[in-house]
């Protein structure tokens, strides 16, 4: 039973938890408020003074606002498209009895493992580079012209990198989910007759819904950040330059402060939206 | 009860499976195998896969270059201080939340997880800023605190659901006994959850080794550790494929190997137990 003694011990305990984080939290996101509402060029000028709203709207009028919404749109439903639907296809693979099932295991969550800078370099110099890459000589074998991967189908490119990357994750998450299904329930089915597209579209797919929509959730979250893939292999040009990298640019390399700080409040807020959904999902896991 | 599955279903599964295995590793087994062969054989055509001369020139090239050792150790100290420092900090946090809860407790819990679903380039500059006026930038200090901020609500979220998993009693046998809440904690506490707290530590340095946002910009030329050194090779004159791939098998495999011993922490780290 937690006596009043443990109780404050508890408080205390957690404060440091506590503290930093909300530190963490408020402080830098404060500042970005405050610059979001002032004209603020620290390489020409310096601080420029209160400019109200202006920069929010600057922000989405400027011509390179709509592209870089339309490449996150593209980069983020690609990704999730093929995560999940590969995902749901490896993980029902996956489950079925095989031999060396560990090791295959093993082969396909690998890539989750390797640091974003690595991907997207070898992707990029040893797979998509149009003279020396591997694909440029498949390409080649089938008489084909090799393509210029990063230049001519830029976003699919990235899609493709990102979603190896990503793959993995989805597979060992609805794979977890899988196992927990009832065998018994799909045996039932089996005897009764029912084909194998109908015990997946009534069982199994049902079954995974919830295991689909948080693999969803989470993979909206960290991809709409992004970031080391477009970094290291087109620097958002090619019609790559995703919100994320719009900001970036914004602030580290034109040093527009205010300007990229109204775009990373905007960043923000569409980040808690879709956290919103994940919490409650989380929460009510939680009691 | 298990399902019979006839010996010709087995044998179409197994090759499916490894078939699509193989594929998604094949990217890793390419960068492995070139990082063995001499810059011609690597960009020959038609490429070559297992017959060539192999070769650890590459691997040579890589670590005598006078930074690498400070990359590697960089990544070292970045990613392994930040585990621990987040340890530190969540244990006695993760210890409240799971035996004395609260009304608030599962809101607190909740929030803590919702600041790692902060977009990073919202703060960046900021956090930038602040780096600047502390002399915390391009220091290996600053990353450090920044990857503990970032993956300390993942390391507590982890610790309080191992913590969960322990019954309460033995806790309070303890302080019965008289034990103070030091070494509850410490003597009682802790070596139970010495499974959880590892592959809590395990998962959050692979999260710190692998992260490439912070490291990349708010590091230079001192504290830079392996990501930025890989992402150094993007540059034309770089432009090396053996020598890249054995820089880059250096800085995967050793994450690869730890990887694979945290596959099921993966699950439930980084769905926050809404998998299970």
């Known amino acids: 039973m937690a006596t009043q003694h443990s109780r404050s011990a508890a408080r205390l305990m957690m404060a440091p938890a506590v503290i930093l984080l909300l530190g963490w939290m408020l402080v830098p996101l404060t500042m970005t408020l405050f610059f979001s509402f002032k004209k603020y060029l620290p390489l020409r000028g310096g601080d420029l003074g209160w400019v109200g709203f202006d920069n929010y709207i600057r922000f989405v009028t400027s011509s390179a606002f709509w592209p870089s919404v339309l490449a996150t749109l593209i980069i983020v439903g690609g990704v999730l498209l093929i995560t999940v639907c590969f995902g749901v296809l490896l993980a029902i693979l996956l489950d079925q009895p095989m031999w060396g099932q560990g090791i295959v295991r093993i082969l396909v969550i690998a890539p989750f493992f390797v640091m974003p800078t690595v991907t997207a370099l070898v992707w990029k110099n040893m797979f998509m580079d149009p003279v020396n890459g591997l694909l440029a000589h498949l390409w080649k074998a089938f008489g084909l012209t090799p393509v210029e991967w990063l230049s001519q189908a830029s976003l699919v490119s990235i899609v493709i990198i990102v979603s190896w990357q990503w793959l993995p994750f989805a597979t060992l998450i609805l794979l977890t989910a899988i196992q927990s299904l009832d065998s018994e329930q799909m045996e039932a089915a089996e005897m009764d007759g029912a084909p194998p597209l109908a015990r997946f ?3 199994t797919l049902p079954h995974l819904s919830r295991a689909i929509t948080i693999v969803v959730l989470i993979q909206t979250i960290f991809l709409l950040s992004i970031f080391a893939e477009i ?10 330059r995703t919100l994320t990298y719009l900001i970036y640019q914004r602030v580290l390399e034109s040093q527009n402060v205010g300007l990229g700080s109204a775009g990373g409040i905007y960043a923000v807020i569409l980040a808690n939206i879709i956290a919103l959904f994940l919490m409650r999902i989380v929460g009510k896991n939680l009691d | 009860m298990a399902r019979a599955v006839t010996t010709q279903r087995k044998i179409i599964n197994t090759a499916a499976a490894w078939a699509v295995g193989l594929l998604i590793f094949f990217p890793i087994l390419w960068t492995v195998l070139t990082s063995f062969k001499t810059e011609a054989t ?32 960089n990544s070292i100290f970045i990613a392994g201080g930040s585990t621990l420092l987040g340890i530190l900090v969540a244990v006695p946090a993760a210890w409240s939340m799971a035996f004395v809860p609260s009304r608030r407790t599962k809101d607190i819990l909740l929030w803590m997880l919702s600041t790692k679903m902060l ?6 500059y900021p956090i930038y800023l602040l780096f600047i006026k502390m002399g915390l930038l391009d220091s290996r200090l600053g990353l450090t605190l920044v990857l503990m901020l970032i993956n300390l609500p993942i390391i507590i979220w982890m610790l309080y659901t191992y913590f969960r998993e322990i019954p309460g009693e033995i806790l309070e046998a303890a302080r019965m006994d008289g034990a103070t809440l030091r070494s509850e904690i410490l003597f009682v506490l802790i070596p139970l959850a010495v499974p959880g707290i590892a592959s809590t530590l395990l998962l959050n340095f692979i999260l710190a080794w ?46 690869l190997i730890l990887g694979w011993f945290s596959q099921k922490q993966l699950v439930r780290g980084l769905t926050f137990g809404a998998v299970k």
């Open chain 2, 119 to 124: 977009p990073a380039v919202g703060v960046l």
């Open chain 1, 201 to 203: 579209g009534f069982i």
């Open chain 2, 42 to 73: 690597a960009i020959a055509d038609p490429p070559v896969f297992l017959f060539f001369d192999w070769t650890f020139e590459n691997y040579k090239v890589v670590t005598e270059r006078s930074d690498y050792a400070r990359f590697l150790w």
């Open chain 1, 231 to 240: 970094f290291v292999t087109t620097q958002g040009s090619f019609g790559t």
């Open chain 2, 210 to 255: 692998n992260e490439a946002f912070w490291t990349l910009n708010l590091t230079a030329a001192k504290a830079a550790p392996l990501t930025a050194f890989i992402a150094s090779y993007s540059s034309p004159e770089g432009l090396f494929y053996a020598k890249l791939s054995a820089a880059s098998t250096m800085a995967i495999a050793p994450i």
